[in-house]
């Protein structure tokens, strides 16, 4: 006699929605954003947990290089990171890729994939602001600048900035940046494609 035993289970809404809702912000915040035309204006993405940033050919004018904080200090030092600020005025990128890990109830794991900038223009920015907790390149300046500047030692906000580094031009190729924050005043990004990958295809 073959008996088969058959689980049933539910689903629960709620939290698959919640899930399924942080899965998709990453996607919906650069959809709205962005538009139809490929222009992004003022444009913040923070609060949705490490992405990265990945190019062929980076070139910026107006490069500053120094320490913060990522987080919410009030809740304590578990939940406050140290991060690179790469502040620059106007930059130019060839081969941009903006990707993020999701988990997906379900469907399993994706990588959104956002890029930019692959064909004979490249992507513009202007303003950006970029917290990341890992830069990789080649990188070279003109007129390179690094300061070392007095803050009280009790004020760890103060203290991330007291190692600064200045270059009138930057050119980093084959970059790779863990990121937790981006902000650029205006983004132009010709070629704009933004997709689902399934992971382990």
């Known amino acids: 006699m073959n008996e088969a035993m058959v689980l049933q289970g539910k689903t629960s809404k709620k939290h698959f929605l919640i899930a399924l809702l ?17 222009v992004a204006y003022a ?35 578990d939940h406050v990171k140290p991060v690179f600020v790469n ?11 903006i990707s993020k890990e999701v988990s997906l109830p379900l469907l399993g794991d994706y990588t959104v994939m956002i890029t930019a900038g692959n064909g004979s223009v490249p992507v513009e ?7 990341a907790a890992l830069v990789q390149g ?5 007129n390179m600048n690094i300061s ?14 007291a190692f600064t580094q200045g270059a009138t031009t930057v050119t980093i190729k084959n970059g790779s940046l ?5 902000f650029q ?5 010709p070629g704009l494609k933004v997709e689902f990958i399934k992971k382990g295809k």
């Open 87 to 97: 502040d620059i005025k106007e930059v130019t990128i060839k081969g941009l890729k």
């Open 148 to 161: 070392e500047n007095y803050v009280q030692a009790n004020d760890p906000e103060a203290a991330s900035k």
């Open 178 to 182: 863990d990121t937790h924050y981006l």
């Open 43 to 77: 444009m913040p993405m923070g609060g949705i947990g490490k992405f990265n940033v990945s190019f062929d050919e980076m070139q910026g004018k107006g490069f500053k290089l120094y320490g913060s904080l990522y987080g919410e200090p009030s809740k304590g030092a």
């Open 185 to 189: 005043q205006v983004a132009k990004l």
């Open 125 to 131: 920015l202007t303003g950006l602001i970029q917290k």
């Open 22 to 38: 942080a899965g998709f912000l990453f996607l919906g915040t650069l959809l709205t954003v962005f538009g139809a035309t490929g």
């Open 138 to 142: 080649n990188a070279q300046f003109t």
